[in-house]
């Protein structure tokens, strides 16, 4: 079943530790997306991919890395966790030069950095 | 710079019931997209209904539809006959021409028995 799937749902983890989100789609979609969610807020672009190997920053400063070696996977990493990156981690993905673009949507990674 | 805004950070509606979520945006852009998405709780969050600004005629998806004013760059979702699988946050959300997504920071609907 076409999808876009996130992983970890839910993750607690110490100061320091470096962590990895993984988002994968199926859809064969070219671009990706990661946007952070806090509640009340609206959610802020902090990282893109028009594709393999092209990586873009979002509007929202980000200490998050990502890459694009292949067309399904888009993982973010953090270097060293800190509790300001507590915050849910949204991935999407869409179809380019689409008339019927939009955007779908992981399920969401909850991260909580102590 | 695109902008959205929905006001309304809570709203409640009676089952059956019709509701009105607000949202207004500002750009400087003639073409563009809206969209309204909705979260349920701990659940993805999927499009509801989508609306391009050259297409007067205001989109309908079932028992959701939009009020779209170009002029007063608005964009208001109206849902009928509420249903209790109603209950989530939604978003509203604008497409420029650069393909990309701005979202309003949400409003929380409950649908009360």
């Known amino acids: 079943e076409a999808d876009i799937y996130q992983t970890p749902r839910y993750l607690v983890i110490g100061t320091g530790k470096k962590i990895t989100l993984e988002c994968s789609q199926t859809m064969g979609h070219d671009k990706m997306y990661w946007y952070q969610q806090d509640p009340g807020m609206e959610l802020h672009l902090i990282h893109y991919?028009?594709?393999?190997?092209?990586?873009e920053k979002g509007d929202l400063s980000s200490e998050s890395t990502v890459s694009r070696i292949r067309t399904e996977h888009f993982p973010l990493t953090l270097e060293s966790a800190r509790p300001s990156h507590t915050s849910q981690y949204l991935c999407?993905?869409?179809?380019?030069?689409?008339?019927?673009?939009?955007?779908?949507f992981g399920s969401g990674t909850q991260l909580s950095v102590l | 710079a695109q902008t959205v805004t929905q006001s309304q950070p809570e709203m409640s509606v009676q089952e059956a019931e019709t509701v009105t979520l607000s949202c207004t945006y500002d750009t400087s852009e003639s073409n563009y997209y809206l969209f309204w998405y909705k979260q349920p709780p701990s659940r993805q969050m999927i499009l509801v209904i989508r609306q391009e600004a050259y297409k007067q005629q205001n989109a309908t998806e079932n028992r959701f539809s939009v009020n779209f004013q170009k002029a007063a760059k608005s964009f208001s979702l109206k849902i009928s006959d509420s249903q209790l699988g109603d209950t989530a946050m939604y978003f509203c959300?604008?497409?420029?021409?650069?393909?990309?997504?701005?979202f309003g920071t949400g409003t929380s609907l409950t649908v009360i028995p």
């Open positions: 991919s028009y594709g393999v190997n092209s990586t």
């Open positions: 999407a993905s869409s179809e380019i030069g689409q008339f019927n673009e939009k955007l779908f």
């Open positions: 959300a604008f497409m420029s021409t650069g393909n990309q997504f701005y």
